[in-house]
């Protein structure tokens, strides 16, 4: 059957409109529960969230949900999505939940969830749930009902797991460093673990009050981070969203680097010790730079479908470590199960630490190119794989951008557009080219 709720990564939308209600947020919570409930005895799940006001909503109708169908529930409270996946493996549940839209602004909310080995789960798990939602209910009687509680320090918890993906032998004295948690999830832990392990941190983006999460900052507007940096004169600057599983850094001049350079300096790390990297993944839309920078040191990198997601399926395909999108999503599976804004900061500054080099002086020599994006709008029955203007202009394109440059040309799966991307090593080649390639599209067949 196709999927009505489910999206990329869970459910999404805006609060108030379906399915982002409190009703069907019950429901949820009743139907995932019967679907534990046909191959564990007594399921247990966690439930975490990020700090929109909403998400005290989501939480209390999706705890009624499980306990009505005979699941107990912990409740963890703001908790970044990386620890809750870690904190359901670490305390042998059978699924952690995460209330979050992630970068998205306030008025959006959603849940996403984990498997009790800390992972995102397969789509015939979500197909399962669809099902269930469209069965009657089976109410648990008194003395079948679930059971509620908190988590005891479970922010502590998950700062001492990320604290034990530092090296041992390391620290960050001497550092000053300026964390933005974006109003977001992380607001209470991140600043935290980087101050124990030795470095002076100053805090912002740390006073969420339900409205502002990624409002002006975090990893989606990092002008607020670099100002920081440069007014404290502070080494680095961490930037994570609302979440806290992407990651932006700063360093002490105002450079911004993004999830594709950082993937390259975390590769680099490791060769640098003498561990194998066999390859990494990127997506679609990995820098063409980052590709070849890592093809000089023997470093394949395969590209999986835009979203963390289908980059975790890849590493776990070919049994690789490292793999991420220039967003910031960054994955070290010899670190944590899933994409942690945190842990990849902590393995980018482990690099800093370990080499001597600045993040500057790591990426010596890896220039980014230029990358121009154009939405094109297009009738709801355009087809533009069949549009003969566009494909001729398309191998023209590819033809003069050989070696140099790269197309890459998909439709949106949520509007009828068509997204061109050209990359090249000039920004006037890249985008001469997206023009020519737009204006093939819109051009009447």
């Known amino acids: 059957m196709s999927r009505m709720y489910f999206g990329t990564d869970g459910i999404r939308g805006t609060v108030g409109q379906s399915p982002i209600t409190a009703d069907f947020m019950l429901r949820l919570g009743h139907a995932i529960g019967r679907v534990l409930a046909r191959t564990t005895a007594s399921p247990r799940v966690l439930i975490g969230k990020d700090t929109r006001i909403s998400g005290y909503m989501i939480e209390s109708a999706l705890e009624a949900g499980f306990v009505s169908a005979g699941v107990d529930v912990l409740l963890s409270g703001p908790l970044p999505t990386p620890a809750v996946a870690y904190l359901?493996?670490?305390?042998?549940?059978?699924?952690?939940?995460?209330?979050?839209?992630?970068?998205?602004?306030?008025?959006?909310?959603?849940?996403?969830?984990?498997?009790?080995?800390?992972?995102?789960?397969?789509?015939?798990?979500?197909?399962?749930v669809e099902a269930a939602l469209q069965e009657p209910a089976h109410w648990a009687d008194s003395a079948g009902l679930g059971k509620a509680r908190r988590v005891d320090d479970a922010g502590g918890?998950?700062?001492?797991?990320?604290?034990?993906?530092?090296?041992?032998?390391?620290?960050?004295?001497?550092?000053?460093?300026?964390?933005?948690?974006?109003?977001?999830?992380?607001?209470?832990?991140?600043?935290?673990v980087?101050?124990?392990?030795?470095?002076?941190?100053?805090?912002?983006?740390c006073r969420p009050?339900?409205?502002?999460?990624?409002?002006?900052?975090?990893?989606?507007?990092?002008?607020?981070?670099?100002?920081?940096?440069?007014?404290?004169?502070?080494?680095?600057?961490?930037?994570?969203?609302?979440?806290?599983?992407?990651?932006?850094?700063?360093?002490?001049?105002?450079?911004?680097?993004?999830g594709d350079?950082?993937?390259?300096?975390?590769?680099?790390?490791?060769?640098?010790?003498?561990?194998?990297?066999?390859?990494?993944?990127?997506?679609?839309?990995?820098?063409?730079?980052?590709?070849?920078?890592?093809?000089?040191?023997?470093?394949?990198?395969?590209?999986?479908?835009?979203?963390?997601?289908?980059?975790?399926?890849?590493l776990i395909r070919?049994?690789?470590?490292?793999?991420?999108?220039?967003?910031?999503?960054?994955?070290?599976?010899?670190?944590?199960?899933?994409?942690?804004?945190?842990?990849?900061?902590?393995?980018?500054?482990?690099?800093?630490?370990?080499?001597?080099?600045?993040?500057?002086?790591?990426?010596?020599g890896v220039e980014l190119f230029p990358q121009v994006l154009v939405n094109v709008r297009l009738p709801a029955d355009a087809s533009w794989q069949s549009n003969p203007r566009l494909q001729a202009?398309?191998?023209?394109?590819?033809?003069?951008?050989?070696?140099?440059?790269?197309?890459?040309?998909?439709?949106?799966?949520t509007e009828p557009l068509l997204r061109v991307m050209v990359e090249a090593r000039e920004d006037a080649v890249a985008r001469d080219a997206a023009n020519r390639l737009v204006e093939a599209a819109t051009a009447p067949v």
Not at 107 to 127: I, M, Y
């Open 209 to 258: 009050n339900g409205l502002n999460i990624n409002e002006g900052v975090g990893a989606t507007a990092p002008q607020a981070l670099i100002e920081a940096v440069r007014v404290r004169g502070a080494d680095y600057g961490i930037a994570l969203d609302g979440d806290a599983d992407r990651l932006q850094l700063v360093d002490s001049q105002g450079r911004l680097y993004n």
């Open 88 to 128: 359901t493996r670490a305390l042998r549940l059978d699924l952690g939940v995460v209330i979050s839209a992630s970068h998205n602004p306030y008025q959006d909310n959603g849940v996403k969830f984990f498997s009790a080995r800390g992972e995102k789960l397969p789509d015939h798990w979500e197909t399962e």
């Open 261 to 314: 350079q950082l993937l390259y300096v975390l590769a680099m790390d490791r060769l640098a010790v003498g561990e194998a990297v066999p390859g990494v993944v990127g997506t679609l839309m990995t820098n063409m730079a980052v590709e070849q920078a890592l093809l000089r040191r023997q470093v394949e990198l395969v590209r999986a479908r835009v979203g963390d997601r289908y980059v975790l399926e890849e």
């Open 393 to 413: 202009e398309r191998s023209a394109v590819e033809a003069a951008l050989s070696g140099i440059g790269r197309v890459l040309i998909r439709p949106s799966g």
């Open 157 to 192: 918890r998950y700062i001492e797991f990320c604290k034990s993906t530092f090296g041992p032998d390391l620290s960050l004295r001497g550092l000053d460093l300026v964390v933005d948690a974006a109003h977001g999830a992380a607001y209470h832990v991140a600043p935290d």
């Open 318 to 364: 070919r049994r690789w470590q490292l793999g991420g999108e220039g967003s910031g999503h960054l994955i070290a599976l010899d670190r944590h199960t899933t994409g942690d804004g945190i842990v990849s900061a902590l393995q980018v500054l482990q690099a800093v630490r370990r080499s001597g080099r600045s993040l500057a002086e790591l990426l010596d």
């Open 194 to 205: 980087f101050h124990e392990l030795g470095a002076t941190v100053t805090s912002i983006g």
